[in-house]
């Protein structure tokens, strides 16, 4: 039995969604003392192996084809799923990305093994393993049991740190052989996924500025893209700014939108409701600027300050610039 770590790329690197769940392969790996091995599934993947050398790992498998040059889900699905067969990995886990929702249902159809989504946490007691995930909303947190045998898991982004991946000596890397013809690639792979054209992948972001019901009115949202463009953030926002079509739905997070792990939150004007919340609290430092001095946020941020974030936030984007 064994635990395999599925690794994406993201711009020629390891997507941090990865490393995140590098960071709980390991977790759980040490838990149930199961070896903890690296899959890469691509044409040329020596770049992305290199990048793991540094890593505590048992192998680093890598599953190479032309077909998987780019990504289509008919080639990622039976690429993996042969390397499940041929491995027999008692746990398959991966990053909860877009690429992962597309392809793992496919991996879990053609195998017969569940596929365990968008977890946060889990539990491991006598050697069994208890999944931990929200529901309804994140009003409700379910705890997931498997039912024995092979299963394939994916963690929710900040369920696990990637600053907590253990390093260690270089591991072997091993060549797994797959089997792909062309006729079986039905789906001409496009542009990596964006909910909108123009739209950014917050979950990658590591410094994010994000706006709620308390900059006022659309005429103010300068106010905050202006303090994103002065620290170099991305704009995001809760869920009554997108709802009054302030921005566009691309920009929001929460349990209705994106789940973000920046190294910087700056939250202008955001109370802090719980469907907020779920989407950034693995935030590494959360500032918030709001005049409501009750803001439930406020319990959650590093840094607070209670006043107008309009007369706040222009004179720090000055001095920021300065």
């Not at 711009?11 to 070896?35: F, I, K, Y």
């Not at 202006?226 to 995001?236: K, M, R, V, Y």
């Not at 959360?286 to 941020?301: G, V, Y």
Request: glycine fraction near 8%.
């Amino acid at each position: 039995m064994s635990i395999l770590v599925v690794i994406e790329q993201s711009n020629g690197g390891v997507h941090r969604m990865s490393r995140e769940a590098l960071a709980a392969g390991q977790a759980l790996g040490r838990d149930l003392d199961l070896p903890v091995s690296a899959l890469l599934l691509g044409d040329d993947t020596s770049c992305l192996s290199h990048s793991l050398e540094s890593i505590q790992l048992d192998e680093i498998l890598q599953a190479e084809h032309p077909l998987l040059r780019n990504y289509s889900s008919d080639g990622f699905s039976q690429a993996l799923a042969q390397v499940i067969e041929s491995e027999s990995p008692q746990y398959v886990i991966a990053g909860h990305t877009y690429m992962v929702r597309d392809f793992f249902p496919r991996v879990s159809a053609k195998l017969n093994v569940p596929f365990l989504a968008d977890n946060i946490a889990y539990r491991a007691d006598g050697g069994s393993l208890t999944l931990i995930k929200q529901i309804f909303a994140a009003k409700l947190v379910a705890d997931v049991v498997p039912a024995g045998g092979r299963c394939i898991i994916s963690f929710q982004s900040a369920a696990f740190q990637e600053e907590d991946v253990v390093s260690g000596p270089g591991a072997t890397v091993r060549e797994v052989a797959i089997s792909l013809e062309e006729s079986a690639i039905r789906a001409d792979s496009e542009e990596p996924f964006q909910e909108a054209a123009g739209a950014v992948d917050l979950s990658s972001a590591e410094v994010i500025v994000s706006v709620g019901r308390g900059i006022g009115k659309e005429e103010n949202l300068p106010v905050a893209k202006e303090l994103a463009e002065a620290i170099g953030a991305e704009l995001a926002s809760s869920r009554p700014v997108v709802d009054a079509g302030w921005l566009e739905a691309y920009h929001q997070i929460g349990s209705s939108g994106q789940t973000v792990a920046p190294k910087l939150y700056f939250a202008l004007g955001i109370s802090g409701a719980i469907q907020h919340v779920v989407g950034m609290k693995g935030s590494k430092n959360i500032i918030l600027i709001n005049k409501d001095s009750e803001a439930p946020l406020f319990e959650l941020a590093d840094y607070g300050v209670v006043g107008d974030l309009l007369e706040i936030v222009p004179k720090l984007t000055d001095a920021l610039r300065a």
